[in-house]
């Protein structure tokens, strides 16, 4: 029998990525990446600090989460303990852009009360879906570190 470790120092490629913690998380972390980054595209963007700082963080990680994922789907890491933590290192930094991309869309948020109620919708629900996201990134993160310790 295989013990736990023997199966978590590997790193999948190919259609594995969509059986194996992490990995499964790619397509949740573009889901509500995407639905952030499409919400807050769709709203006035104002004042534009804050809110081009959240465009950036969506736009940003959902690209190298996409490519990310290609990489890792491709086989590009040859089952390398460096993936393993660049793979921890990428997705503890998407998790700490998402907080702060997040806190600060609530505040713009909380701020446009007395706005138009439908753009106030879709802020609240950009928020929800940052915040899910920036959960998403900080659990591949906490899975990412186990596995890269494994090696």
């Given at each position: 029998m295989a013990s736990t470790t023997d199966t978590m120092g590997?790193?999948?490629s190919g259609f594995g990525i969509c059986t194996t913690i992490p990995d499964i998380l790619y397509l949740p972390e573009l889901v509500f990446g995407g639905l952030v980054?499409?919400?807050v595209a769709c709203t006035l963007v104002d004042p534009a600090n804050p809110q081009g700082w959240v465009m950036?963080?969506?736009?940003f990680?959902?690209?190298m989460t996409f490519i990310?994922?290609?990489m890792f789907a491709l086989g590009v890491h040859r089952n390398s303990g460096g993936w393993a933590a660049a793979d921890f290192a990428y997705h503890g930094?998407?998790?700490f852009f998402y907080l702060s991309a997040s806190v600060a869309l609530a505040k713009v948020t909380l701020d446009k009360k007395s706005g138009l109620l439908f753009n106030y919708r879709l802020d609240i629900s950009a928020v929800v879906f940052s915040y899910v996201a920036t959960l998403l990134y900080f659990i591949h993160t906490i899975f990412s570190a186990i596995r890269w310790k494994s090696f």
């Open positions: 590997n790193l999948p980054w499409i919400l950036f963080v969506s736009v990680c959902f690209t990310w994922m290609c930094m998407a998790a």
